[in-house]
Nanobody, 124 residues
């Protein structure tokens, strides 16, 4: 069973930046997509960004486009999320997910593996 472990969350001031990382426990793990989602209190899990693992293609939610970059280290089986110009609306628990299959990468229900999440809190 593959485990995903996120790190890098914390408290950040509005306008600042942060970088989240997600590492898979198995180096031989080969997902089709890895993605980042976030969930604020009382809200559904929301798509942020995803990357096609083999080809490197990236996809972003409109709400974060231009402020967020997803990247990967294939050898380390790590996917990272860089968020710039953070806003209070970015406050949420950020989850890393991995899936087989190349469609519905925006739908959290299509993901097969999830990390426990890392809290991001943006202060004004």
């Amino acid at each position: 069973q593959v485990q995903l472990v996120e790190s890098g969350g914390g408290l950040v001031q509005a306008g600042g930046s942060l970088r989240l990382s997600c590492a898979a426990s198995q180096r031989t793990f080969s997902p089709d997509y890895m993605g980042w989602f976030r969930q604020a209190p009382g809200k559904e899990r929301e798509f942020v960004a995803a990357m096609e693992w083999s080809g490197g293609g990236t996809h972003y939610a409109d709400s974060v486009k231009g402020r967020v970059t997803i990247s990967r280290d294939n050898a380390k089986k790590t996917v990272c999320l860089q968020i710039n110009s953070v806003r209070p609306a970015d406050t949420a628990v950020y989850h890393c997910g991995a899936k087989k299959g190349g469609i519905y990468y925006e739908n959290p229900r299509s993901y097969d593996y999830w990390g426990q999440g890392t809290q991001v809190t943006v202060s004004t």
